[in-house]
């Protein structure tokens, strides 16, 4: 069973171009949560996500940000107009259920 | 969410026990108490989860007192490979977003 999978793993986007992160959960998976974390910094919670449902947003931005989980494929944190403040690792987690979860290797994005 | 409170880094040596204590005066009754385990570049990785008393696995033990409101993560006999960041959550299974990391404890194992 394969684990958590993101990609890609680096992403270089110049500022105002869009960034695409996905993350293909675990077999079995419905739920997603997504994560940012800063250099040195600990992982900040993002938004969870059920299969075509957004389920808790309240740590994602509310401009530029967005984060979808359809019913086929994988999930997908999308970043409009990006800046230099949006460089990060970006990791990626799902659950059977609510609660103990598995992280993917994260991608770590660059914004030059 | 409970609130959780760990020490902000510790040093230790190879082939010592490693005791980190997270409190979480706050818990509610329906919150568990999970540990995960970050290297640099890696994504966390979960270690142990438990309720009440004592839970043990492979590579961990986790202990809870009756009242609830401080865990402990026992690691047995470090090794230099056991050097990360080490994270107690707290919050109900049924929750959104029960994954809520703190800071963590920076584990330094020296030979």
């Known amino acids: 069973n394969a684990g958590v999978m993101q990609n890609p793993r680096h992403l270089v986007r110049r500022r105002g171009q869009e960034a695409r992160l996905r993350c293909s959960p675990m077999?079995?998976?419905?739920?997603v949560y997504w994560y940012r974390q800063l250099p040195e910094e600990g992982l900040k919670f993002m938004v969870y996500?059920?299969?075509?449902?957004?389920?808790?947003e309240s740590g994602m931005p509310k401009e530029r940000f967005s984060a979808e989980f359809p019913k086929e494929g994988p999930s997908i944190l999308r970043i409009q107009q990006v800046v230099r403040g949006d460089s990060a690792a970006y990791f990626c987690?799902?659950?059977?259920?609510?609660?103990?979860?598995?992280f993917g290797q994260g991608t770590r994005l660059t914004v030059v | 969410l409970a609130k959780t409170t760990q020490p902000i880094s510790m040093d230790s040596y190879e082939g010592q026990e490693v005791n980190i204590t997270c409190s979480h005066n706050?818990?509610?009754?329906?919150?568990?108490i999970t540990w995960y385990q970050q290297f640099p570049s890696q994504g966390p990785r979960f270690i142990i989860q438990?309720?009440?008393t004592k839970v043990t696995n492979e590579v961990a033990s986790l202990f809870i007192p009756a009242d609830r409101k401080s865990s402990t993560l026992s690691l047995p006999r470090v090794s230099l490979s056991d050097t990360a960041v080490y994270y107690c959550?707290?919050?109900?299974?049924?929750?959104?977003?029960?994954?809520?990391f703190g800071g963590g404890t920076r584990l330094m194992v020296k030979p």
């Open positions: 987690a799902s659950s059977p259920r609510a609660g103990t979860a598995f």
């Open positions: 077999k079995g998976h419905s739920h």
């Open positions: 996500l059920q299969k075509e449902n957004i389920i808790d």
């Open positions: 706050n818990i509610a009754t329906n919150d568990y």
């Open positions: 438990g309720y009440k």
């Open positions: 959550l707290v919050g109900d299974d049924n929750a959104g977003n029960m994954l809520t």
